[in-house]
């Protein structure tokens, strides 16, 4: 039996408790709590489910990942990568624009992660491009969006969130499964970046002298050997994604204090105290998210969903188009994890209805989570950018339509044309 007033409770408390400026961790927690004490369960059991959502061999992938990320993030690598992108598309009009869109793929592939992303590569081109005479709202804009690659693309920790909310789909599979969105994001952005230039009149990038190319090659093959050693160690079948993220660590610190030597040894001890700080929140925000999704399936608020879409047309397509629609109006208010955690557990069940593929979903999923990170009013990305740039938000988001419609027509593409992401994930499957 459906327990209309607990439902309301539950969404009421959601959304005071977001209104009173309360982190999502204890908002989460605190609405499922009090649901529960109106429903007369006892309250040992979010403690319970807090407890069993963050006890999960899984969920070491996503410190060991944060870290490596921090490693390469804390040295120099961001320019190299920058000087690595440039060989291949720095020499034509708007090259720092189009530099900047492969510059963010490549750290993407390490960090995993938007806002290092847009902090690392950011802090080098956006002064390097108003320097060369590129608007600033323009290089905040190339240089936010681009970092939205780094979601989609592995070791993204933002695939792992959705693996666990997903009830364990494959992490292996999701990996693979953003490979071709990622390069098609990635194509999409270059091509819209290059046409603003070229309508714009921007300079064509500094030539690269041939007596740099082999040191700027190796320092780039050095730097996105993170990226190879976590893909191929998952692809080959040597190590899992957790053992993936160890290596990645290891390898990740040796290069960063004994080859290249950026940071002395004694600046390990700040890495580490940043990442467990992120790895703290990521974690009490899952195990909030685990009670609070207990919650929710207590009350079949996933079934009411489910029922309520179905209600409005059987059509996936159509199905389909709404759910965009939805997490993208979310994207506005919710920031990116606590959206993954929320909003799987309640939607999942409508797509795989319809005979959605997980991994499909799932890439669908974290695209629209990322393109509401340079929106206002929580586009943390967007922040970021803005900061780093010296902009306004105003300026910075007018800047952005064109890179946001764009990446709204990849995520149609995606979400109509299911191949693109699962053709990977099939192939090594052997389907």
Not at 13 to 31: D, M
Not at 165 to 189: D, Q, W, Y
Not at 217 to 226: E, Q
Request: charged letters at 10%.
């Amino acid at each position: 039996m459906i327990n209309t007033a607990a439902i309301v409770i539950l969404v009421v408390t959601f959304v005071v408790l977001l209104i009173l400026r309360f982190p999502i961790s204890i908002t989460l927690a605190g609405s499922a709590l009090i649901t529960l004490m109106y429903l007369q369960v006892p309250w040992v059991v979010v403690g319970q489910r807090m407890i069993q959502g963050i006890n999960s061999y899984s969920l070491l992938t996503i410190p060991f990942f944060i870290l490596a990320g921090q490693i390469m993030s804390a040295g120099g690598m961001a320019l190299r990568i920058v000087n690595f992108a440039q060989l291949f598309v720095g020499a034509v009009r708007g090259g720092l624009a189009l530099v900047n869109c492969v510059a963010c793929m490549f750290f993407g592939n390490i960090s995993g992660s938007a806002v290092a992303d847009v902090s690392s590569i950011g802090s080098v081109l956006i002064p390097a491009m108003k320097k060369k005479g590129y608007d600033a709202d323009y290089a905040v804009a190339v240089t936010t969006s681009a970092s939205i690659q780094g979601v989609i693309v592995p070791p993204s920790h933002n695939l792992v969130l959705y693996s666990i909310a997903a009830g364990g789909v494959s992490i292996s599979s999701l990996f693979l499964g953003g490979i071709v969105p990622g390069l098609c994001l990635l194509v999409t952005l270059m091509i819209v970046s290059y046409l603003i230039a070229v309508k714009r009149g921007y300079a064509k990038g500094d030539p690269i002298k041939w007596s740099d190319v082999p040191k700027i090659v190796r320092d780039g093959f050095l730097s996105l050997m993170t990226g190879v050693i976590i893909l191929g160690g998952i692809l080959t079948g040597w190590f899992t994604a957790t053992e993936s993220g160890a290596m990645a660590c290891a390898y990740a610190f040796i290069l960063t204090f004994f080859v290249y030597r950026d940071v002395p040894l004694s600046g390990f001890y700040l890495i580490l105290k940043r990442t467990l700080r992120t790895v703290a929140m990521v974690l009490f925000l899952i195990a909030a998210s685990d009670a609070f999704g207990w919650v929710l399936a207590y009350l079949q608020i996933p079934a009411l969903v489910t029922d309520l879409f179905l209600s409005i047309s059987d059509n996936p397509y159509i199905i389909m188009l709404l759910i965009n629609v939805l997490l993208l109006l979310l994207g506005f208010p919710m920031d990116m994890a606590p959206m993954i955690l929320i909003m799987t557990p309640i939607l999942l069940p409508v797509v795989t209805s319809m005979g959605i593929d997980p991994v499909h979903f799932g890439i669908i999923m974290i695209l629209n989570c990322g393109i509401g990170l340079i929106t206002p009013p929580v586009g943390t990305v967007l922040f970021v950018g803005c900061a780093i740039g010296r902009v306004t938000v105003d300026q910075a988001t007018k800047a952005s339509w064109p890179f946001f419609l764009a990446m709204c027509g990849v995520l149609l593409l995606l979400t109509y044309m299911p191949g693109i992401t699962l053709w990977l994930p099939h192939l090594f499957a052997g389907k």
